[in-house]
Each structure stands twice: as structure tokens, then as C-alpha cells.
Nanobody, 125 residues
């Protein structure tokens, strides 16, 4: 059974930084994608960043390019999201998710199979 546990959310002022972590366990395939999604109240869940656990290839939403960085530690089965220059519009619940990597990693939420419980990020102006 795949389990994903996020941590690192919190409240910061605009311009600040946070680092989210996602600890994964229970998956046996190496060819996996991991992703960060976010969902603000009243809005659809949207992709933020993805990473291939094999190649390390990353993809970002336009809204976070240059500010966020996704990385992996395969030895620790952990994926990170470093968020810098945070803006109030980054306020959302952030979720990590995992899928098999065939067909690429930048996929909509319904093509990700396993999800964490989410961690709240709040950015005040």
C-alpha cells in the first residue's frame, strides 16, 4: 500500500520561503513520477511541479517557475518542494501524489493514483 506523508506547511508573509516534504513508502516500481498539486478554496486542484524519480526531469506550472524547485532524495524516498518569493496567491492546501511514469509526469490530478493528506500553506500580504 502506497503511503505519502506531507509536512512543512505553515504561515508566512509575502516574499518568504517554505520547504515542503513528502515521504513515500510502499511502492515497488522505480519508474514513478511524483508531483505537487495545490487547491485553494473554491478552485480546482492544479499541478505545481512534477519530477521523475528515475531521470530527475522536472516540470513546473508557469505561475511558479523561477520561484519553486522540486527535488528528490531517492535514498530517503522523499520529495521536496522549495518555495521562495511566496505570494498571497500561493495560499492553498498542497498535496503530493505519485503515478507510474509511462506517458510522462505532467498529468492532471485524475491520472495520479496515490495522494497524501495535504499540508496547508498560507501567505499573507
Amino acid at each position: 500500500q502506497v503511503q505519502l506523508v506531507e509536512s512543512g506547511g505553515g504561515s508566512v508573509q509575502a516574499g518568504g520561503s517554505l520547504r515542503l516534504s513528502c515521504a513515500a513508502s510502499g511502492y515497488t516500481y522505480r519508474e514513478m513520477c511524483m508531483a505537487w498539486f495545490r487547491q485553494a478554496p473554491g478552485k480546482e486542484r492544479e499541478g505545481v511541479a512534477t519530477i521523475s524519480l528515475v531521470s530527475g526531469t522536472t516540470t513546473y506550472a508557469d505561475s511558479v517557475k523561477g520561484r519553486f524547485a522540486i527535488s528528490r532524495d531517492n535514498a530517503e524516498n522523499t520529495v521536496y518542494l522549495q518555495m521562495n518569493s511566496l505570494k498571497p496567491e500561493d495560499t492553498a492546501m498542497y498535496y503530493c501524489a505519485v503515478r507510474r511514469s509511462y506517458g510522462g509526469c505532467w498529468k492532471p490530478p485524475n491520472q495520479y493514483n496515490y495522494w497524501g493528506q495535504g499540508t496547508q500553506v498560507t501567505v499573507s500580504s
